[in-house]
Structures are given as C-alpha cells and as structure tokens.
C-alpha cells in the first residue's frame, strides 16, 4: 500500500488536537481562541470543539476570567506513559552515574523524535548550569547538539534522507551548522569516528560529546553524552580521556539493548 493510500486512513480530528497541544511551550504557556485560530489558518469556529473536547479530557485549562487556554499537568502523562515502557533508560541510570562521576560532567541519554531530541534519562551534576540541568522528557535541537548529530548520522539512508527533506536548521549561536551541506558532511565524520561533539552550538560556553547506543541488530535507538561548561570538557582531554570512557560505556549498553 502506498503512501498516498494509507494516508487516508489519518484522522484529520486526531491530527488538529494534537497541533493544538503542541502550540504550547516556555515562549507561548497561554493562548486565546483567536491566536489559536490564527495559527492553524482557520476561523475562530474551527477550533473550539477541539479546545472543548481537550479541555474536557482535562488535557487543557481555560481561565474563565482572561479565558485563555493553557496546559494542565495531565499532558506529562502521555509523555511518562511512554517513557515507562522503555527498559533502557533505567538500565541506563546506574552507567550514567559512573560516566558524571568518571568525567565531572552531566550525562543524559536521548532519542530522536522529530527534529528534536527528548531526554529519557540523566545523572546530573550537582553544580547547576542552565543547559545541563535538563530535565527527563527536555526537548533540545537536534542539528545542534551532540546527541542529535549521533543520533541523524546513523540513521538509514532512507530515514536521514526523509529528515533532511522537512529540515530547519535554526540558529542558537555562532556556531550553530545552519546549511545542510555543512551538517551532511559533519555527519559523515561521525558515522566515521563513532562520536560527535558540539563545541557551543547551542549554548555559549557549553560543550558536550556522545555517542551512539545500537541494539542487537545494529541499529541505533538512543545516544549517550557529557555536557559540561568548555572549561570542564576542554580540547586536552576531550578526545584523548573523555572520548574512550563514553565509548566504553556505550559498548556495555548496547549489549543491554534489544
């Protein structure tokens, strides 16, 4: 069946409600019917059986007095339900502990989703910084983070060629890889080297480095890295230290994945 076949089997209902809770994020905790409206390119009528039906679902809240809508805690239970289907991430904690404490750095495990990456599990450091003290369920760009890149470069042909055709590379700083040529050819040194480091792209200051987590079959499912200021994670020991202990580490996982 092709896929124009099969696409007609979508639910366009299903499709709306879901563009609808992910309007909301840190920038936009609020909206009103028309700015929600504006978005989808409708009138102000189209919407309001989906905000009444997700608020009735408890998924959304609307103030009666600004009467703008915004998210109820019950929307982290789609996300949580997922993540406590995945054995990996907790089988993942304890090696995540010794990589933070091995390196002085915080370790987090990812997968991809999207053009994004979405933490699953995490060990942080006790020294707060804003970029490191993501929390389980944080989405953080994909072309622009060390994870991410891991995660694109081992991809099928097929799949990294489906993900380049709907890419945005958006800027976060100085060194954010914005052109796609110049992303590719990153990614074949990684699919070379077997690791990525993203040396401030997304965050000033920031430097972190991971590497693939692959299951039985050799297919990558989920990346590990070490986040830390440049300052921890410096170039002397980046490659020669850091390097080798992540890698070992993502060794001993890959054996755990099915």
């Not at 909206?31 to 608020?55: D, H, K, N, W």
């Not at 990525?196 to 000033?204: D, L, M, V, Y």
């Amino acid at each position: 069946m092709s896929k124009t076949e099969k696409d007609r089997y979508l639910s366009n209902s299903l499709i709306r409600g879901l563009e609808i809770l992910k309007m909301f994020d840190a920038s936009t905790p609020t909206l009103s019917l028309v700015e929600i409206a504006s978005r989808m390119g409708v009138s102000r009528t189209v919407p309001f059986r989906f905000l009444y039906t997700l608020q009735h679902l408890g998924y959304l809240y609307q103030d009666e007095i600004t009467k703008r809508y915004q998210l109820t805690p019950k929307v982290m239970d789609l996300g949580f339900a997922y993540l406590n289907t995945l054995q990996l991430p907790d089988l993942a904690r304890p090696y995540l502990e010794k990589l933070r404490d091995q390196t002085g750095a915080s370790a987090h495990m990812g997968i991809l989703d999207g053009h994004e990456v979405v933490y699953v599990a995490r060990a942080a450091t006790s020294t707060s910084f804003s970029t490191l003290n993501v929390m389980i369920g944080s989405r953080l760009p994909a072309h622009a983070t060390s994870m991410g890149k891991v995660l694109l470069a081992f991809l099928s042909k097929e799949k990294l060629q489906s993900w380049n055709d709907t890419v945005n590379l958006p800027s976060f700083t100085s060194q954010t890889k914005t052109m796609l040529l110049d992303l590719k050819q990153e990614l074949e040194d990684i699919r070379r080297k077997g690791y990525a480091i993203s040396k401030e792209e997304f965050e000033i200051g920031i430097c972190s480095v991971a590497v693939p987590i692959f299951d039985r079959d050799g297919q990558i499912i989920a990346a590990i890295n070490v986040a830390a200021p440049t300052s921890v994670l410096n170039p002397d020991i980046l490659e020669s230290q850091i390097v080798p202990v992540i890698c070992e580490t993502a060794k001993s996982l890959s054996g755990y994945a099915k």
